[in-house]
């Protein structure tokens, strides 16, 4: 059993966000996979539980401290292990395809998210204390919402960069307010233009204090977007994570006119000189 390390959403392996991968993990139960998971300590682990044979691809994804539905990075890195092509993943949340190409860089993967439902937030409960927010630093262009692609994620946007660099908060707090709400990450925002976001990824659902780079999270905000109707189909927005960690990711979401899924797409490359 090899566990392979590629790095998502960056052509650098200093940078996006790391994700283990286990190609053949049938002989695996899952406290091995979740102990795997754990050793290896990135934010998720991909493991092939059936191998990598056949037109439908199982793959669950496990975090340090537990498994989460879906995993938009590590399939990503999976994608790209496996190599150029078509493939499909099934997950707990669904069916998700994967075109890989030869792209600058390396290879590039564009995953299709299952469908997607954003719904509205009436009360932010104690979170803006717990991150050290005030409500006057939110963005009123951008109110929360709840928005789901395979996981579920709070968005929050925030009206200036310096707010979104200065992240700070209460580890058990936030852990406890996520799982009451089955939240996997928040998706916290700052809009640079039209197109353009800034993001981070608070994730201590996973044991993780935060993402650098969260495909699942990008395609949740995609479907906040056209929901919102803050961007207007077709349109492919970027996405910068991971820059206030030291990690640059950069993540393209891509909505189409007629098609309420949300393709996500990036780059991976493999991590060298580990085991």
Known sequence: MTVLRYTAFSAD????????????????????????AAEVGYSETAFLTEGRDGPVI??????????????GHATV???????????????AAG?????????????RATLTSVEPYVEAVDDLGDVLEILG????????????Y????????????????????????DFDRLLAYMQERELT???????????????????????????????????????????LKLVEPPVTVLLHQGDDMGRPSRIQVELRPGDTRVRVSGTAVPITGLA
């Open 13 to 36: 392996p200093a940078g996006g966000n790391p994700a283990g991968v286990v190609l053949d993990a049938r002989k695996l139960d899952d406290a091995a996979m979740q102990a795997i």
């Open 58 to 71: 199982p793959v669950r994804y496990f975090a340090p401290t537990s498994e989460v539905p879906f995993c």
């Open 77 to 91: 890195a999976t994608a790209v292990a496996l190599g150029a092509g078509e493939w499909t993943f099934s997950t």
């Open 95 to 107: 069916l998700v395809p994967v075109l890989v190409e030869p792209a600058e860089g390396g290879l």
């Open 133 to 144: 927010w005030r409500a006057d630093e939110l963005d009123p262009a951008l109110p929360p």
């Open 146 to 169: 709840v928005a789901y692609a395979g996981a579920r994620h709070l968005v929050l946007a925030v009206a200036g960069r310096e707010r979104l660099a200065a992240l700070a908060y």
């Open 185 to 227: 990450t928040l998706q916290l925002v700052w809009r640079e233009s039209a197109e353009v976001f800034h993001v981070r990824n608070p994730f201590p659902v996973g044991g993780v204090v935060e993402d650098p780079a969260t495909g699942a999270a990008a395609a949740a905000f995609g479907a906040y977007l056209r929901e």
